[in-house]
């Protein structure tokens, strides 16, 4: 497992992503990850009463789909308003999730102390990938899954991403979040504590009103382009908009107008040693 020993730069880098995230309005993002949440939870195999920790839940998408399947389940995230939203979602289905704020890095509870330990979406945009995943094993049980689902560098918002670090180029620290859709990189990450590893790639197919609709939905509510939108001149801004409307137009699979994408994601089913 790999062992980080910029400390300072990464944890400056983590407020910066957690300021990323707590703009835009990420609860209008969050529906992508539905389909997402509940396809990792189905590869996680979880039996009921089974002891589940969500890591970086946002608003909620894998807990609430463990909890659905009678999971005792925990979730965190570094974003209070996410968390809020995630706790209304949880009391509108009168399932009883526990919420506490917390990043993936410093996860407040002790070894060995869950069944599975799932993270879709999120612990890949931590700022300190060893750490996250050195946390991710530890507060597994022996024997307990880890189950991650991650946005691949190939596909879409892989692509997506890329494109907005062309506009406005990454602290040196910072590792890319679609490392963690890698078979590779994630198998150096987890480390010689997991065994039996499994990969499949998966898509999630997504429909906005056109190409420019798309750009513009993102720059608005997505906080990775949003905050990058932000930091840019007014020139700045419509090239990376231009950027942005050409991704999507090379990938759409629509005929009349709208944009239509399958955006790839690796699932990855540990277990720790």
């Known amino acids: 497992m790999t062992v980080t020993t910029d400390a300072p730069a990464l944890e400056a880098l983590k407020h910066k992503q957690q300021g990323i995230w707590s703009s835009g309005d990420y609860n209008k993002i969050a529906a992508i990850t539905v389909p997402v949440s509940e396809t990792l939870v189905e590869a996680a195999e979880l039996a009921p009463g089974a002891r589940v920790l969500d890591v970086a839940t946002g608003t909620g998408h894998v807990a609430l789909a463990a909890a659905r399947q009678f999971g005792q389940v925990s979730a965190v995230d570094y974003v209070p308003a996410l968390l809020e939203v995630?706790?209304?979602?949880?009391?509108?289905?009168?399932?009883?999730?526990?919420?506490?704020?917390?990043?993936?890095?410093?996860?407040?509870?002790?070894?060995?102390?869950?069944?599975?330990?799932?993270?879709?979406l999120g612990v890949m945009f931590t700022a300190d990938h060893a750490?996250?995943?050195?946390?991710?094993?530890?507060?597994?049980?022996?024997?307990?899954?880890?189950?991650?689902?991650?946005?691949?560098?190939?596909?879409?918002?892989?692509?997506?991403?890329?494109?907005?670090?062309?506009?406005v180029p990454p602290p040196p620290v910072a590792k890319p979040p679609t490392r963690w859709g890698k078979p590779d990189a994630v198998r150096e990450l987890l480390g010689e504590g997991v065994a039996h590893v499994r990969f499949e790639k998966r898509t999630v197919t997504q429909r906005y009103a056109s190409p420019e609709h798309f750009a513009d939905y993102f720059l608005t509510y997505y906080g990775p382009t949003h905050m990058a939108a932000k930091s840019l001149t007014d020139d700045g801004r419509v090239a990376l908009r231009d950027d942005i409307v050409e991704l999507a137009r090379a990938a759409n699979t629509a005929h009349d107008g709208s944009f239509t994408s399958r955006w790839e994601y690796l699932v990855t089913i540990a277990h720790k040693r």
């Open 131 to 167: 750490r996250a995943a050195a946390e991710l094993v530890r507060v597994s049980r022996p024997g307990g899954t880890i189950g991650l689902a991650n946005w691949t560098p190939e596909g879409f918002i892989g692509q997506l991403l890329a494109t907005v670090g062309r506009h």
């Open 86 to 120: 995630a706790r209304r979602r949880a009391a509108a289905e009168g399932l009883p999730i526990e919420l506490k704020e917390a990043d993936a890095e410093n996860l407040p509870y002790d070894d060995h102390a869950f069944d599975a330990v799932l993270s879709a």
